[in-house]
């Protein structure tokens, strides 16, 4: 089993910035592939990015392309997501995730985190 935490959500008003982290444990990190999905107030959710095990491949959401970069460190068991530019259509809750390869399919995730809010004001 692999436990995943997400932390560093909050409220930031449109055009700024956040850093969400995600904390694995359980497993060895490095063996997965990570990625970020999330899901707005009565919608769906959403795949947003996600990053290979070596982490030499990323691939990005049409939607926050140039906006957010993912990134991993292994030796902390940790991978990040750097939100900028920050839009009002962005507030969801985000959700880290693990999974044997990187696809843009939630069904492909086997470990998920609880979720952390991000809230952007206009």
């Known amino acids: 089993q692999v436990q995943l935490v997400e932390s560093g959500g909050g409220l930031v008003q449109a055009g700024g910035s956040l850093r969400l982290s995600c904390a694995a444990s359980?497993?060895?990190?490095?063996?997965?592939?990570m990625a970020w999905f999330r899901q707005a107030p009565g919608k769906e959710r959403e795949f947003v990015v996600t990053?290979?095990?070596?982490?030499?491949?990323?691939l990005y959401a049409d939607s926050v392309k140039g906006r957010f970069t993912i990134s991993r460190d292994n030796a902390k068991n940790t991978v990040y997501l750097h939100m900028n530019s920050l839009k009002p259509e962005d507030t969801a809750v985000y959700y880290c995730?693990?999974?044997?390869?990187?696809?843009?399919?939630?069904?492909?995730?086997?470990?998920w985190g609880q979720g952390t809010q991000v809230t952007v004001s206009s």
């Open positions: 359980g497993r060895t990190f490095s063996s997965y592939a």
């Open positions: 990053i290979s095990w070596r982490g030499g491949s990323t």
């Open positions: 995730a693990a999974g044997r390869i990187a696809t843009t399919e939630e069904r492909d995730y086997d470990y």
